[in-house]
């Protein structure tokens, strides 16, 4: 009954971290953040806000949900480590999860209150997404118990391994552009996809256009890298499911990632197809950072098996 009531906490924390990093992104492409003026966590130094105006109403949403979410990822992150603290992982990731969302709300609070660089507040939505793959992890560990979802102990070689590493630390880089091309304003500085504007120089010729070529550059770039590791699970991983179908999942995710990307720029910034950007390289990052955990995990119990890794 205790474990059960765990999972149903763990899960309803995961989906609220979701909406967190939606939250944070619907206040940048809203252009919200400075719905409650400087102050903060007030409201114009108010507790109950005077002048009501959809953008204070979104900026202070945001808050009370992402205070909301701090209270509770504490508690799992306790909760978890007296429940199954046993297992290797489950203080790392209580820890991580926990500190990672409380610096995204202290940056937050800065931006407000002293306000900050671009290159700083794009720092904003890869810090959440940090908490949210760790609260993830955090679930499924918790799933784990019972055997009802089991991360295997999986024989994974080098190449395999290199893929799920690089992948994962190259695509906080993508994050990271992707919510710099948010902060500068540039979304639309380019008006063609996928090049920047038709019948014109292949380089861009101003910075915001720099910026938004080099995020559609970085994005084609692991569009790439994941189909070629997708290949390479096809190829050698037939036999251990959670990564043959965990690449193929991630091919898709990246590829509506790419998608959605282009019809940013089609429809001219509407803000569902940007929220839905948002949500694809989310839980494209919780699937990359489960691989990792995977990797950490993976054991050659013999030479054969050793063999067998090497050359994959």
């Given at each position: 009954m205790l474990h059960r009531m765990l999972k149903?906490?763990?899960?309803?924390?995961?989906?609220?971290?979701?909406?967190?990093?939606?939250?944070?992104?619907?206040?940048?492409?809203?252009?919200?953040?400075?719905?409650?003026?400087d102050s903060w966590p007030l409201c114009h130094g108010e507790l109950i806000p005077s002048d009501i105006t959809p953008e204070l109403v979104i900026e202070l949403s945001h808050r009370v949900v992402s205070g909301l979410m701090g209270i509770m990822v504490l508690v799992l992150s306790v909760w978890a480590y007296k429940a199954i603290g046993y297992i290797r992982e489950v203080k790392f990731l209580a820890?991580?999860?926990?500190?990672?969302?409380?610096?995204?709300?202290?940056?937050?609070?800065?931006?407000?209150?002293?306000?900050?660089?671009?290159?700083?507040?794009a720092l904003h939505f890869g810090i959440s997404l940090?908490?949210?793959?760790?609260?993830?992890?955090?679930?499924?560990?918790?799933?784990?118990?019972?055997?009802?979802?089991?991360?295997?102990?999986?024989?994974?070689?080098?190449?395999?391994?290199?893929?799920?590493?690089g992948i994962t630390i190259y695509s906080y880089f993508v994050v990271y552009s992707g919510a710099l091309v948010r902060h500068k304003g540039a979304s639309l500085a380019c008006p063609d996809w996928p090049m920047c504007k038709s019948g014109q120089s292949f380089l861009p010729s101003q910075s915001h256009e720099w910026?938004?070529?080099?995020?559609?550059?970085?994005?084609?770039l692991i569009f790439i890298w994941i189909l070629i590791?997708?290949?390479?699970?096809?190829?050698?991983?037939?036999?251990?499911?959670?990564?043959?179908?965990?690449?193929?999942?991630?091919?898709?995710?990246?590829?509506?990632?790419?998608?959605?990307?282009?019809?940013?720029?089609?429809?001219?910034?509407?803000?569902?197809?940007?929220?839905?950007?948002?949500?694809?390289?989310?839980?494209?990052?919780?699937?990359?950072?489960?691989?990792?955990?995977?990797?950490?995990?993976?054991k050659i119990s013999n030479s054969k098996q050793s063999n067998s890794a090497t050359q994959m």
């Open positions: 149903w906490f763990a899960v309803l924390t995961t989906i609220g971290m979701l909406f967190v990093l939606l939250g944070g992104a619907l206040v940048t492409k809203t252009d919200s953040g400075a719905g409650c003026g820890y991580l999860s926990f500190s990672f969302l409380l610096l995204q709300a202290l940056i937050g609070a800065a931006a407000v209150v002293w306000s900050q660089s671009d290159a700083v507040l940090i908490s949210f793959a760790s609260v993830l992890l955090l679930t499924l560990l918790i799933f784990e118990v019972d055997k009802k979802f089991e991360a295997d102990y999986l024989v994974i070689g080098k190449k395999m391994k290199f893929h799920i590493f910026v938004q070529m080099g995020h559609r550059f970085a994005a084609g590791a997708t290949i390479h699970a096809i190829k050698n991983y037939k036999n251990q499911r959670v990564l043959f179908y965990g690449w193929i999942l991630a091919l898709l995710l990246v590829s509506l990632q790419v998608i959605s990307g282009a019809m940013i720029i089609f429809t001219k910034l509407n803000l569902y197809v940007a929220l839905a950007h948002a949500v694809f390289i989310s839980c494209l990052f919780g699937l990359l950072s489960y691989f990792i955990l995977l990797a950490t995990r993976s």
